[in-house]
């Protein structure tokens, strides 16, 4: 975070720079002076700084070709003073995503030419500027520059994915590590394109993460085993996906299954977690291209699943409260007019089922949305004549766990008969509710919802 106290010393900085400059006491200006108040302006990540990031080493190459060469070696211009305006850029991209700004100074095309520059230095003289040669880390900045203006501008997600493939390309043409993607490359990259929010971005990072994973199991080295905050972005993105794209939870699946299915055959990549389990849910209960019944299955499988790993010692796996809240969203989802008599019995008992397991659980316990959901199951799924007892037990437990929220409260009105509070609250002693306002607050004391 940029404080006034860092601005003041980059720009002290950069005053005591241009006064080492135009001394006539001795004091020499060298590579180490410019880079350090580079580095100074690339810390305030912001457009004024990065402008004057840019313009020090300009100011640093130009005073190095005015010397003679042997007068001038001490003031070169090295990879960390290119890589240095490179990752001012990557701040001043990020400060300007964080503020949702688009400014009329592009990061992105910014840091691609100071990498075009230093390409085309190494290229026409390769024993002067070898340093210069982009390597990995030069490679990853660019990226992390195309990785924050991608929300804004998709084209930036595309040169993002150019650059890695260059990067592969060159790596297999000439065995040179120090050019090789590793794990940093595909994060940036994968960030990138699902910061588009397009289809077609998301299938890409999709696949430069399965690459990914092919590339661990065939060079076999740490900074190529994806982590799991990387499968996170994707499968996050595909369950935003899912409303807008039939294939979005499909895909969501897809990844969930590969993901396992490479711990299973190697013990040392991740196995999915209980975030990646909640993401591939949420993909179904949004999805437009399946049945409110298939919501259902599909939601209580996975949930089964975890419920199977975390009893055989999977503690990454541990269900949550929201994971069986997610079951009952997906019960409440249904209609009986829609599904029929059978089904909504099956799909009542099985809502009822999960309830009761969360409620016993000594992992997680009930909140609002449970016992809203599991009230929105027996309002749709129960025949009218039958509802009462359903809610009276129901309406009981969430007055004990102090869970009586302004939704639920809200439901109950539509719901049921004219003076229902006094048949149900006659054991409590409180009174009768006129309005939510008036509740007990026993009934609520544990409700964020209130």
């Known amino acids: 975070r940029t404080t006034p106290e860092r601005v003041w010393a980059a720009w002290e900085v950069r005053r005591i720079l241009e006064a080492m400059c135009n001394s006539n006491d001795g004091i020499d200006v060298n590579t180490v002076s ?12 912001s457009v004024k700084g990065a402008v004057q990031a840019e313009k020090l080493l300009d100011q640093m190459f130009k005073k190095y070709r005015s010397l003679s060469p042997l007068s001038s070696s001490n003031l070169k211009p090295n990879s960390t003073s290119f890589n240095t305006v490179i990752k001012a850029w990557a701040g001043c991209a990020k400060t300007l995503a964080s503020h949702k700004n688009i400014n009329e100074i592009n990061p992105s095309d910014r840091a691609d030419k100071v990498l075009q520059l230093m390409t085309r230095l190494y290229e026409e003289d390769p024993v002067e500027w070898e340093q210069l040669r982009p390597k990995t880390i030069t490679y990853n900045s ?25 990067m592969w390309n060159t790596y297999e043409e000439t065995g040179e590590l120090d050019v090789q993607p590793d794990n940093v490359t595909y994060d940036t990259v994968i960030h990138a394109l699902t910061n588009t929010n397009r289809y077609e971005s998301i299938v890409r990072a999709h696949q430069w993460l399965e690459h990914m994973y092919l590339s661990y199991s065939k060079y076999g080295e740490k900074p190529l085993r994806p982590g799991i905050h990387t499968i996170g972005w994707v499968l996050r993105s595909w369950s935003k996906m899912s409303r807008r794209h039939p294939e979005g939870a499909l895909r969501a699946q897809q990844l969930l299954d590969f993901v396992h299915d490479q711990h299973q055959r190697n013990r040392r990549l991740v196995s999915p977690d209980s975030t990646c389990y909640l993401l591939t849910m949420a993909a179904w209960l949004k999805s437009k291209s399946c049945s409110a019944l298939d919501r259902v299955k599909f939601t209580h499988d996975l949930l089964t699943t975890m419920e199977s790993l975390f009893q055989s010692g999977k503690t990454e ?16 989802l249904c209609q009986r007019q829609d599904i029929g008599p059978e089904e909504s019995d099956r799909i009542v008992a099985l809502a009822v089922r999960t309830c009761q397991q969360l409620r016993e659980s000594v992992h997680c316990k009930a909140d609002e949305s449970t016992y809203f959901w599991i009230l929105t199951v027996v309002k749709n799924l129960i025949a009218e004549e039958h509802r009462i007892e359903y809610f009276e037990e129901l309406f009981h437990a969430c007055c004990e766990e102090g869970l009586v929220s302004r939704f639920i409260w809200h439901l109950l009105q539509e719901i049921m008969p004219k003076g229902w509070p006094g048949s149900l609250i006659h054991d409590k002693g409180s009174g009768v509710p006129s309005s939510y306002g008036s509740v007990p607050a026993s009934w609520k004391k544990n409700s964020t919802k209130k």
């Open 34 to 45: 410019f880079n350090l108040a580079i580095h100074a302006m690339a810390k305030l990540e």
């Open 142 to 166: 660019v990226l992390s520059v195309l990785s924050c203006c991608a929300n804004h501008d998709w084209s930036s997600a595309e040169k993002a994915d150019r650059l890695i493939e260059m």
């Open 317 to 332: 796996v541990r269900p949550t409260t929201a994971h069986y809240n997610i079951v009952l969203n997906a019960c409440g």
